[in-house]
């Protein structure tokens, strides 16, 4: 993921990047035991740290749940992403439930297949760092 976004133009600093969604996902609400948020505007980010996937990283590369669309095995930068977007609009948020184990998917497909949401990869900590809780 890392060679792919330098592949593309991008700066990490980071080795591994941090998770986020670009806008709210209700279905991966259900995936902890007490959800919390944070609202952090793409302005604030240096766009050069920050890659993106038209879902969940972790389905889009893997082969086996790619069904041939253009973005599986692709990661984006924010031009390329709004790109995808306006071409194809944000994915669907299906409903499920992790924790109920409610998934309202065709029998025989991976829950891999609708985990739907712009994943944003931050690759740097510069920004994270205001809004990281500190104890002292």
Known sequence: MRDKFIDIGGKPIRTAPVYFTLGANKGMETWYNTPAHIKITVSEFDLDTVSFTYG??????N????TGEEW???VYNYAGIMTLIEKYGFPEDPVYDMKKRFFPFPEGKNIGMY???IEAQVWDDNVLEKYRKRTE
């Open 63 to 66: 082969a086996s749940l790619n």
């Open 72 to 74: 599986w095995g692709q």
């Open 115 to 117: 985990l739907k949401f």
């Open 56 to 61: 969940d990283m972790f389905p889009v590369f």
